[in-house]
């Protein structure tokens, strides 16, 4: 079996000192790609390097709207250079949150727009990360249609509504450990809407570890499997044809 955690954050402080080991556990597990995504300067600097040391990584880059008020012009400059290296695969992740106050939706939605700009310009996927905010983030995706390669929504936690209207524009939709929590049976029930050819994994380390080792922290990659088995048996398919589904849709959607 051979998954991608499709979005994970390698750099951070929980993980990045004992890398070696994250990843081989991750391989045993057969989670044997991985696309880490840099939030900030810092953090895509981190990323890009470790991408150069393994195989099998990858990089998404983005200032995540919690840091809206601190990203300077300069700083979206970088982010133009960034995008241009030959192991980013996509944009993000970008988008709306107005769950944390940390900055106006004003700024955000300006740091959002430069993001798609990017996005645009050198055809990249992009990765939405959207927080009680689904109805700006959406209409500001809508202000790019027909100009986006390919979009996700990352840690997915729409409802029914709201998943038919991400289907029918052609976005995919990405589930994290939250679609495994007992009180999810709502999410679950949307997790059977969606086809695989749409659908990804992800565990957003070191954040949001599933059930049922939700204990265990750091969240880690090879924690992945987890939510992997729990979609397959919503699809009520074995965890081997899942994965390859799901690995088939996350190759296709980064091009790698
Ligand atoms: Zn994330």
Redesign the pocket.
């Known amino acids: 079996m051979n998954l991608i955690d499709t979005?994970a954050?390698l750099t951070y402080p929980e993980l990045e000192g004992r890398i070696e080991d994250v990843l081989a556990r991750s391989r045993s597990a057969g989670v044997t790609g991985w696309i880490t995504?840099g939030?900030d300067p810092e953090h895509i600097r981190k990323a890009l390097a470790l991408a150069e040391r393994f195989e099998n990584m990858w990089v998404g880059v983005g200032c995540h709207p919690h840091h809206a008020n601190e990203i300077t012009d300069a700083d979206i400059v970088f982010l133009e250079q960034a995008a241009q290296n030959p192991r980013v695969v996509a944009i993000g992740?970008t988008g709306l949150d107005y769950h944390y106050d940390n900055a106006v939706a004003d700024t955000q939605k300006r740091l959002f727009r430069a993001h798609l700009d990017i996005a645009a310009k050198y055809n990249k996927p992009v990765i939405i990360?959207t927080r009680q905010a689904f109805d700006d983030s959406i209409a500001i995706l809508a202000e790019y249609a027909g100009k986006l390669k390919k979009v996700v929504i990352?840690?997915y936690g729409g409802d029914a509504v709201q998943t038919k209207l991400v289907l029918d524009r052609g976005y995919y939709i990405s589930f994290t450990g939250t679609v495994t929590f007992k009180k999810s049976d709502a999410l679950r029930e949307v997790a059977k809407m969606i086809p695989l050819d749409r659908l990804m994994i992800e565990t957003?380390c070191p954040f949001i570890s599933p059930e049922p080792v939700r204990r265990i922290q750091p969240n880690e990659p090879a924690l992945l499997i987890h939510t992997a088995k729990l979609l397959a048996s919503l699809h009520n398919l074995d965890l081997d044809a899942f994965a390859e589904k799901v690995t088939e849709t996350s190759k296709m959607f980064f091009s790698i």
């Open positions: 979005h954050h995504i939030t992740e990360h990352h840690c957003d």
